[in-house]
C-alpha cells in the first residue's frame, strides 16, 4: 500500500496600477502577501496608506507600514515583507515530500493510492491561514474482491488462510484439478479492479517421452509418455557438473520444463608454474590428475616488474575452458628448474594488485 504526495506551491502576483498623470498616485506596487481588499485604485497626494500583511501571511517587523503619495506620484518606500504561514507536513507524508517537512500558505497535498487501493478520505488538503491543513491525510485501502470459484473436477488452494466472502488485492491462489487432469493456467488473483481470475479448464495433457542430456543421464524413468506433475530426475557423468533443476517435470501446457546442463571440467593448460587451487599452493606437476570442476576458481601468479614483487590473478573454469590471464608468464626450463624462488609466485607479494587484466583463452 502507497500513498503518492504531490505538493503544488502557489504563488500571487504583483498587484499595481499605473497612473501617468503626476496630481494622483495610482495603486501601490504590492509584494506578495500584503492586504491589497481595501486599497482604492487612486489615491491624492499626501494621501497615507497603511500596509498590512492579508490573512495568511506574517509581517517582518511589528510595526506599523506607512507610505505616502508624493507631489511626484510616487509612493514613499516601505520596508514591508510578508512572508506566508507554514503547515507541518505530517510525519507519515514527509518522506513523499523530497525532504520538506512544512508548505507554505496555500499550498496543497494531492493524495491518491497505488493500483489495487482505495483511496478513503478527501483527495486534496490545502495549507489554510492558521498553519493547518484542510483535511487530515486519507488511507488506502486495499481492493476486495470475491472468493474465487473452484474448477470443474478440481479445487482452489490459497497460499494464505482466507475466512468470510472476500479476499484482498494481492492475494493469490493456486488451482488444482482432479488426477489426471492439469488446469490450463495454475495461479489465480485477486486484481486491481477488484476482480477475480476465471477458474481454470481442467484437461488431461500428456509430456512426450524424455530424451537424455549431453554428458549426462536419467537416474530412473519408465522410458514413456508423462503424465502432469511426472518427474523425471537426471545426474551427470564423472566429473562433469550438473546445472540447473536436476528434475525435470511435465508441466500443465504438456511441456517439460527445463533439462539441466552437464558442464565439463578444464584442465591447467601450463606446462610450468605455480598455482593456488582448493585451498592449496601447488606446482602443476603436482596437480594429478590435471583436471579442476566447472565453477572453481584457480589462481595464477604473474609479475609486477616496477615493483619488482608477484601478485594473484584468478580464473575460472567455464564448460571445459580455463583462461589463462595475460599477465602469466610461463618460465624457462632452466629458470623453473634451477631458480624456482625467483618465480612471482615465491618472491615477495605485492602490497595492492595492479589494475585488473583480461585473461587469454588458450
Sequence with gaps: MALTLALLFLSQALLYTTVTSASVCGRPRIPEGVDVSTMK??????EEVTLTCEQGYLPSSLTTTRITCTSTGQWTQSNLACSPKMCPIPKQLQPFALGRTEAPFRSALNFSCDDGYVLIGANASHCLHNSSW???????????????????????????PVTGTKTI????WTYECNPPKAPSHEKGFCNADGSTTEPPVCREVSCSIPTNIPNGFIT??????????????????????????A????QNTG??????????PCTVDIKRGRIFY???????????????????????????????????VSSTCNDGTLPIPLCFEEPGKAVYNLKPKSLPSEIRMCAASPPARTTNSN
Design 41 to 46: 485604485r487612486v489615491f491624492e497626494i499626501g
Design 134 to 160: 484542510s483535511h487530515p491525510p486519507p488511507i488506502c485501502k486495499a481492493v476486495s474482491c470475491p472468493l474465487p470459484n473452484p474448477p470443474r473436477d478440481g479445487r482452489v488452494v490459497h497460499v494464505r
Design 169 to 172: 488485492y494481492g492475494q493469490e
Design 220 to 245: 530412473f524413468a519408465v522410458m514413456r509418455p508423462h503424465g502432469y506433475k511426472e518427474k523425471v530426475k537426471y545426474a551427470c557423468n564423472e566429473h562433469y557438473t550438473l546445472e540447473g533443476q
Design 247 to 250: 528434475e525435470m517435470q511435465c
Design 255 to 264: 511441456n517439460w520444463s527445463s533439462k539441466p546442463v552437464c558442464r565439463a
Design 278 to 312: 582448493n585451498a592449496r599452493k601447488i606446482w602443476i606437476e603436482d596437480l594429478k590428475p590435471n583436471r579442476v570442476l566447472h565453477g572453481e576458481i584457480v589462481v595464477f601468479y604473474c609479475l609486477d616488474r616496477e615493483e619488482k614483487c608477484g601478485y594473484p
